[in-house]
């Protein structure tokens, strides 16, 4: 079985995760093949925009358990390789935000501990109503402390250190109003729904949103001040795209743009 499925819809590329039996859980074989996918995608300058979602019943359970378990054999009890398993799943996901083109995530059924930090971390996100999100890890005892990461940057502290000491899922409207998703849709119209908004963002210039969205995520841990220079100095070099002045100059002569 392909447990990545990559199918490309004009500008778009959509990545399934395929491992349903595992509820799409973030494997040793998940991780690499998304990884690498990543690092295709960040050259393909033919894709706008980026799906990431589930097969199955679930979009993403988090990491796979029984393998995690399996690695507490060796000598050091697992810890070298419980280090190198978060430290490939944090490369991963920093791929994902370091990307060139906007990545959506595509959510339905659950998506847990690190399924919940992979929804945090996608660039935006669409559920299906009644999708439950948790950072549950704390019920077996495993407090979610890498998925903490992404979720703190998408919901406030004090509702974030709730999930993640109560256990507690929330769903679709609770979600959407603690800034975790865009928004949600009855499930029937979520794969739609996505590809929309993954369709209106391919439709801009391509050049204008790759300098948008590297800049958004490097102003935003800088100071205001720091933050208004270094978006003067990302604006400059906007501006000097040949395509960035057909836009303008169509604009101004009310006609499309004719961008190369």
Request: hydrophobic share 45%; proline share 3%.
């Amino acid at each position: 079985m392909t447990i990545l499925i990559r199918e490309d819809i004009g500008a778009v590329a959509k990545l399934t995760l395929n491992s349903p039996e595992r509820l799409n859980a973030l494997s040793d074989e998940m991780l690499a093949v998304l990884t690498s996918m990543l690092d295709t995608l960040s050259s393909d300058a033919s894709v706008k925009a980026v799906i990431i979602a589930g097969s199955g019943k679930a979009f993403c359970a988090g990491h796979d358990l029984k393998q995690m378990q399996a690695k507490r054999a060796d000598d050091d009890g697992g810890a070298a390789a419980f280090k190198d398993l978060f430290d490939r799943c944090a490369t991963m996901m920093g791929k994902i935000q370091s990307l060139p083109q906007p990545v959506i995530a595509q959510v339905h059924g659950i998506a847990t501990a690190a399924g919940c930090q992979l929804v945090a971390t996608c660039d935006l996100a669409v559920a299906a109503e009644g999708t439950r999100f948790g950072v549950n890890g704390v019920n077996i005892g495993l407090f979610c402390s890498t998925p903490m990461v992404a979720l703190t940057r998408n919901i406030g502290r004090k509702a974030a250190f709730e999930m993640l000491t109560t256990g507690r899922f929330i769903e679709t409207e609770e979600a959407q109003r603690l800034g975790l998703i865009n928004r949600h849709v009855p499930a029937d119209d979520l794969a739609e729904a996505t590809l929309e908004l993954a369709q209106a963002i391919a439709g801009k210039l391509g050049s204008a949103v790759r300098h948008g969205k590297g800049a958004f995520y490097e102003q935003a841990e800088m100071t205001t001040q720091d933050a208004y220079a270094f978006t003067g100095d990302v604006m400059v070099r906007n501006m000097a795209d040949d395509d960035t002045d057909e836009g303008i100059n169509a604009f101004l002569e009310k006609r499309p743009p004719n961008w190369e």
